[in-house]
């Protein structure tokens, strides 16, 4: 405790007062080098106050929380995570859903070109099934190489080569792919039948339900969940359709091209056939099934001949 009598004389003298209680070894350690401020006081009490009020303030440690506990690292818990399935699994399906990047230097040819493909859908409630009729025609005349087919979410029924039902063991059949192992060297008719669930099919892609219209949409790998294809854009063949469903819950059918055919069948079905002239990738292949309105017009081209335009 100063004495203000020594303060007073002191300031007379003209020296710095800089005496204070030394900081605990913990504030220090917190604060590094310390020192109290100096101040120079005249002889008058209110000035006294005001050094002890410095001297006070000096003594606060400038981190205002250093006596809190600090939080060790080995306190931290890591978060843990259980693989309910094996890890090739897991990895492999990751891999599958992955991006992947395509470059335009890894592109190869397709051992094989599709020339025709003849589709024919019989629209259900519980299941749809798909029978596809493809002209296959090899790159190379004579190469017999496998024939990769892509494939998601398909339930494989039969599957013929020039009208041979193929054996287990003359194809091979993953979650992804249908890969025939021994093909014809030459040109062949490749048939399949398969089973989809639309109703089912929350992708938006393939074949699918909405508002209780059957859709479609196949770009830019959605027909590989119609049926088994090779779903590259370097494919193109002419299409022809046929659509067979329920008459009242689906009056109208449509696809690409031009509607060859249509008419009533028992049990109060009907179906419509449609017809593409031009070679399309499967991305382009469209089907429509449901309840919907048409608005049916003529349009008369420069040379005379009249078109007919519905919408």
Known sequence: MLDPRSLHQNHAEGFLLSDSPLPSRRSKRLQGSWRAPSVKCANTPSKYKYYLSLQHKSCRSPYPYHSLPRTSQTSRTLVRSVATESVPKLVEELNMDAPKEIFLKDYKLPDYYFDTVDLSFLLGEEKTTVSAKIGVVPRVDGAASPLVLDGVDLKLISVKINGNELKEGDFHLDSRHLILTSPPSGNFILETV?????????????????????????????????????????????????????????????????????????????????????KKPCYLFALVAGQLEGRDDTFTTCSGRKVAMKI
């Open 194 to 278: 398969t089973e989809i669930l639309p109703h089912k099919n929350t992708s938006l892609e393939g074949l699918y339900k909405s508002s209780g219209n059957f859709c479609s949409q196949c770009e830019a790998e959605g027909f590989r969940k119609i049926t088994f294809y090779q779903d590259r854009p370097d494919i193109m063949a002419k299409y022809t359709c046929r659509i067979e469903a329920d008459k009242s819950l689906y009056p109208v059918l449509l696809s690409n091209g031009n509607l060859i055919e249509q008419g009533d069948l028992e049990g109060g079905k009907h179906f419509a056939l449609w017809e593409d002239l031009f």
